[in-house]
């Protein structure tokens, strides 16, 4: 057979395989999308950033779209009222996650928050979280907690000098402290502490691989393979975080004369059936910890990082937001969480932040129980669902100038002003929605309002080896959390009452 045969074989038999699969998709009324290849599907249209290739598609089939990611079908929400109807109409039938190796070896196979199967036992450890941390009790409760390490962050960046800060890192810090203070009743990482580096690339790799499409949970029986080094990389990370929780377990464990805490609660219930859910394991217990101390510090710090990014680069809104600190709170004291209601172009920037720079840009993925009905298109049991949350914030329909970093789209009358970060609004999602919404959306909200409120407040900014504003870089780095490709690197320059910082 010649290699022209072969050829003209080869395109015949692609171009057969691609019209029974049109055909196929209008028999069974999948919604619209690019035409997948034999075996690996759709998976060459994701790309490097999976929520810009899909949200291309988006608009060449449409804000519901059906791909093929090797054997498994993909259903894909890019606008808000779509993501309506799975999160709202059809949240029961999607309540559970699909398996994927990032569950599996890094968060103690499927025994987290995150990833564990709908039921009784995500319940336990849910209402875990929400009776210590997020409950309305909790949150208040340990206001001075959040205000303080706020404050010491403010300390630390005053005291930098002529130095340049890498602002993620501190952000990190202060995060990891405000909730290991919250769940432990102590900071893991003192001021300048050089193990506070490792923890956050430690969590950066972690929440990367975790948003990694990995070719073996698509194809099977390529998993072994590990053709991407993803799998490794996994468990490698995996094993990083597990010392990591374990020292903190065990030096909980050794201190005495503390008051009850979450982890003491947690580790009481190791013995002690709670309820429908059971007892409660130590694998578990750290499997609680590592979503706490993963998504918990990370989706929030990023954000607050970009926001401060985004104020940089436009010197008049960071101009507007610091008049109106002036006048609310003043130069006298710091700003606290009781004058955020009062904060309203401050509220804006945050949305801003919350709209174009969402901490996950596509939804943790959820998988359909049942086949189910959405907008006149079949969509098949086992299906896997995405929300684009990077697409719907960037809808020309529902957003004027999307792409633009504009905050007084939410104070002009007729545009934005009653859209708000909450559950059931899904113009902007960036904690998800439904049943599995992010149990510590409130206080997600909480600190990034006070942080952003405080670093704007706090701080002059000028960009490291004096780099001009509109030159800095503000590409994406893709995974579970939204990084940017380079870190903010910064010089803060305090504004405020030399006493406020507590530097004499």
Known sequence: MSILTLICTFITGLMFYGLVNLLSRRASRLPPGPTPWPIIGNLMHLGKLPHHSLADLAKKYGPLIHVRLGSVDVVVASSASVAGQFLKVHDANFANRPPNSGAKHMAYNYHDMVFAPYGPRWRMLRKMCSMHLFSAKALTDF???RQEE?????RVLAR??????????QLNVCFANTLSRMMLDRRVF??????ADDYKDMV???????????IGDYIPWLDLLDL???VKRMKKVHSQFDSFLDTIIDEHTIGTGRHVDMLSTMISLKDNADGEGGKLSFIEIKALLLNLFSAGTDTSSSTVEWGIAELIRHPQLMKQAQEEMDIVVGKNRLVTEMDISQLTFLQAIVKETFRL???TPLSLPRIASESCEVKGYHVPKGSILFVNVWAIARQSELWTDPLEFRPGRFLIPGEKPNVEVKPNDFEIVPFGGGRRICAGMSLG??????LIATLVQAFDWELANGLEPEKLNMEEVFGISLQRVQPLLVHPRPRLARHVYGTG
């Open 150 to 154: 706020v404050t010491i962050l403010t």
């Open 143 to 145: 206001r001075q907690v």
């Open 204 to 214: 950066v790799e972690l929440m990367t691989l975790a948003g990694q499409f990995n």
């Open 445 to 450: 909200l909480r600190m990034v309002n006070l």
């Open 160 to 169: 930098t000098g002529q130095s340049a800060v890498k602002l993620d890192q």
């Open 357 to 359: 720079h969402p901490a």
């Open 190 to 195: 003192g001021d300048g502490d050089p193990k």
């Open 228 to 230: 991407q080094g993803i």
